[in-house]
């Protein structure tokens, strides 16, 4: 009889413990801190060179005569954050770009990104100075066209045309930056077929969310008269580079957006020149 009380109370010591350790269990699934089910955005892929923001390639120098130096391609997450800050460059392009939000390189990356801004909203050429190609059609998906040749057919417009208040002798001849920071833009939510994989337990769970809609944009050879308005004022002055002889004089255009781009036309001949800190036109001190 001893031995059988004995093997009964070590049966309920047994019992006892199993049930404190599922309590304690219970107790640490309670304390267990929630796992967050955010997912950051998906990053959108950089414009090929020869395309887009990228068409062209750039080379910068402090100094003439010093040695040039190749800025790499732009990238849509450099657009975007470009486009929420303003610095001033120091001339060091390894410098870092202290801001917030945080920009994602060094001054080479941000120089770019401003390049491509700056182009983007001032590059003008004279009306029917460019044409599109003849066999060149509209994108079947609202991409547009992103190329065209020069109009050997073009007459030139007078310089008095050329500075006319309504603006619409000239056109953009680059194309318009999305606010995704591409010039054609992409469905981020199209995966590949491993983070289909990958995702595909989560995305069981989670709701689906809503489809994004594509962005579009001025297309190539708008006129700058439909620009907005900048604070009131038109996005670009015209004048005569003299009022005396004004039939010899150029035309000269000033981009209000960007304040340091310049245009001037004269017959036939035309180019755009920027002299500037890289900021955009703001009304308010910061």
């Known amino acids: 009889r001893e031995g059988g009380e004995e093997e009964g109370e070590e049966g309920e010591e047994e019992e006892e413990a199993k049930e404190e350790e599922a309590d304690e269990a219970k107790e640490g699934d309670e304390d267990m801190v929630p796992k967050p089910d955010y997912k950051p955005p998906p990053v959108i892929p950089k414009e090929e060179n020869g395309t887009g923001c990228n068409k062209k390639t750039y080379f910068v120098c402090n100094e003439p005569g010093s040695e040039w130096v190749k800025l790499p391609p732009v990238t849509p997450a450099q657009l975007v954050c470009a486009r929420q800050i303003k610095k001033f460059f120091t001339g060091d392009l390894n410098a870092p770009v202290v801001s917030y939000?945080?920009?994602?390189?060094?001054?080479?990356?941000?120089?770019?990104?401003?390049?491509?801004?700056?182009?983007?909203?001032?590059?003008?050429?004279?009306?029917?100075?460019?044409?599109?190609?003849?066999?060149?059609?509209?994108?079947?998906?609202?991409?547009?066209?992103?190329?065209?040749?020069?109009?050997?057919?073009?007459?030139?417009?007078?310089?008095?045309?050329?500075?006319?208040?309504?603006?619409?002798?000239?056109?953009?001849?680059?194309?318009?930056?999305?606010?995704?920071?591409?010039?054609?833009?992409?469905?981020?939510?199209?995966?590949?077929?491993?983070?289909?994989?990958?995702?595909?337990?989560?995305?069981?769970?989670?709701?689906?969310?809503?489809?994004?809609?594509?962005?579009?944009?001025?297309?190539?050879?708008?006129?700058?008269?439909?620009?907005?308005?900048?604070?009131?004022?038109?996005?670009?002055?015209?004048?005569?580079?003299?009022?005396?002889?004004p039939q010899y004089a150029a035309a000269i255009l000033r981009s209000n957006l960007w304040p340091g781009a310049f245009t001037f036309g004269l017959e036939k001949k035309f180019e755009n020149l920027y002299i500037g800190w890289g900021h955009k036109y703001t009304a308010e001190s910061y």
């Not at 939000?101 to 080479?108: A, D, L």
């Not at 983070?195 to 709701?207: A, H, I, Y």
């Not at 009131?232 to 015209?238: E, K, L, N």
């Open 101 to 245: 939000p945080p920009f994602p390189g060094t001054e080479i990356n941000y120089l770019r990104a401003q390049i491509a801004r700056i182009s983007a909203g001032t590059h003008i050429s004279p009306i029917d100075y460019y044409k599109f190609e003849e066999d060149d059609e509209d994108d079947s998906e609202g991409e547009g066209r992103d190329s065209f040749v020069e109009n050997v057919e073009f007459e030139h417009l007078r310089n008095t045309e050329l500075v006319d208040p309504a603006l619409s002798n000239w056109v953009h001849h680059v194309q318009h930056i999305l606010p995704q920071g591409r010039c054609v833009w992409v469905n981020p939510a199209v995966k590949t077929e491993t983070e289909d994989f990958e995702d595909e337990e989560e995305e069981e769970e989670r709701e689906e969310p809503d489809e994004p809609q594509p962005e579009h944009g001025p297309a190539l050879l708008t006129p700058i008269s439909e620009d907005s308005d900048v604070d009131s004022m038109p996005a670009w002055s015209a004048a005569l580079t003299s009022t005396l002889v």
